[in-house]
């Protein structure tokens, strides 16, 4: 049993330094910006708190009006005035049972990481933003950002009317909103993977892979 304990916690120690291994390396790997003098049409920011990343697009241009699929009405606030809005995607019961990181169960961190939720899209309604150490503004041609509107919107669930689901009476504060999302969260696919994921849609540097923000902040100089 002894014997059998120390292969177990030895095979996991080396999954867990070879995840490690991995997520540094393949950060390490950039991936670059498809067309390096694409005019800049839309501004765009990528913004981390430190953990978790969103990409964060004008909730009005000529080309979208974001408050017509996810209106204000759905924030407590529901303040019309707010100018960006900023979007996450990540595991469901994550994000509404974990305000604060104090309160993360090991349940929910461990069907977070092995396939066994179901996903949500947070939408944080923003009156501006300024660029900094963890928020990179992003100048998008109307093209690109018409790649990463089509990346969005593919990344949430929709009714039978195709219209987006609000998971009515969860936020984080006045300026915020939870939405049912596609595709399962994981130890291989997180929030940041999916930010990941924004940019390469949308011709945008980024990483090879990340599970983390570092990597992707590590491909704009942060």
């Known amino acids: 049993m002894l014997k059998t304990a120390g292969y177990t916690a ?25 067309q390096p003098q694409a005019a800049p049409d839309v501004p765009v920011f990528l913004h981390s708190n430190g953990v978790h990343t969103d990409i964060v697009v004008p909730i009005k241009t000529d080309q979208l009006d974001w408050s017509q ?58 009156h501006g933003l300024t660029p900094g150490p963890d928020t990179v503004p992003l100048h998008l041609s109307r093209a690109e950002y018409a790649r990463l509107i089509a990346y969005i919107q593919n990344s949430f669930r929709y ?20 939405y049912e999302a596609r595709r399962v969260y994981s130890f291989l696919y997180t929030c940041n993977t999916w930010t990941n994921n924004a940019l390469k849609a949308s011709g945008q540097r980024a990483c090879l892979w990340t599970p983390s923000d570092k990597g992707i902040l590590h491909q704009y100089g942060r």
């Open 10 to 34: 030895g095979a996991l120690l080396g999954v867990a330094g070879l995840y490690v291994a991995s997520a540094f390396v393949f950060s390490r790997i950039p991936v670059a910006k498809t």
């Open 69 to 126: 699929q996810l209106p204000f009405s759905n924030i407590p606030s529901g303040d019309t005035t707010m100018r960006y809005i900023a979007f996450g995607w990540g595991d469901k019961g994550f994000y509404l049972d974990t305000p604060t990181w104090a309160e993360l169960k090991f349940s929910t961190a461990f069907v977070a990481a092995f396939w066994l939720g179901s996903s949500a899209v947070h939408a944080t309604y923003l």
């Open 159 to 178: 009714d039978a009317a195709g219209r987006v689901q609000h998971i009515k009476g969860h936020s984080y504060g006045p300026d915020d909103a939870f």
